[in-house]
């Protein structure tokens, strides 16, 4: 266990990183500089508190699955306020997370990849929530923001007789293309150009670096199966748009 020694180090290299970061944002007078800083100051309060509470639940199958279902709503209530909050993103958001989340659980412990274990059920569920969560609003953000820069071709479509959703349809291909692109790249660069956490914590955790290796592979396989199928959903309930939306910030 950590003592109040051990965590000064720590401490001070986060503090050092947060502010090089919050540095760099101030001198290019980037809006929202201090938001880096304060995501991190949000991290380290939840990681305290789920690293008590995991403590307690890691063996509870029934606590495992309350824990899931947290953290799925929070990963909804992010993506929808990053879109613009309304019961149709609301909508839009959920069950398109919970497809694609349902989805590549369904390949993963269904073929047998992993045993449902409440600690291989915590684990890759966690990771695959949270992966789905950015790739469903990079998507619904990408995909607003090429309506938006396109209007006057969507208006054009739509003057010719063109159904909302036609009028839209290259734009939002477009956008589940974009959104996909830093999974993609961080899956193709692993082991050359990525360590991913999960391989590091599995061999810090005990397993050998093959086991690791597998376990890391069936985690990024599950992250694009499920963030194929929700930028895809979300590109397709949105598609069918009638009037200028407003992105929000």
């Not at 953000?141 to 071709?153: A, G, K, T, Y």
């Not at 969507?154 to 996909?180: I, M, Q």
């Not at 748009?241 to 929000?248: D, Q, S």
């Amino acid at each position: 266990m950590s003592t109040a020694v051990d965590l000064i180090p720590t401490l001070i290299g986060v503090g050092v990183l947060v502010a090089e970061a919050t540095a760099a944002l101030l001198l290019f007078r980037v809006r929202g500089a201090w938001a880096p800083a304060a995501a991190i100051a949000r991290g380290v309060v939840q990681l305290a508190i789920i690293s008590l509470i995991l403590g307690g639940i890691i063996t509870q199958p029934a606590l495992i699955v309350v824990a899931l279902l947290v953290m799925f709503c929070v990963a909804v209530s992010v993506a929808t306020r990053r879109i613009g909050w309304s019961r149709q993103t609301a909508l839009v958001m959920s069950t398109s997370i919970a497809a694609g989340i349902a989805i590549s659980a369904a390949a993963v412990f269904g073929s047998g990849a992993l045993q449902p274990t409440p600690r291989y059920a915590l684990a890759i569920g966690a990771i695959v929530i949270g992966n789905t969560m950015n790739i469903a609003t990079l998507t619904g953000r990408l995909f607003w923001r090429s309506v938006i820069d396109h209007w006057d071709e969507v208006e054009g479509w739509l003057a010719l007789g063109a159904t909302p959703r036609r009028s839209t349809l290259e734009l939002a291909r477009g956008a589940v293309r974009e959104a996909l692109i830093p999974s993609i790249d961080q899956t193709k660069t692993t082991g050359l150009v990525v360590l991913p956490g999960a391989f590091v914590g599995a061999i810090f955790g005990g397993l050998s670096p093959l086991e690791a290796g597998r376990f890391q592979i069936i985690v990024l396989a599950a992250i694009m199966a499920a963030g194929s199928v929700t930028a895809v959903l979300v590109a397709t309930w949105l598609g069918p748009v009638r009037t200028k939306p407003v992105l929000a910030n």
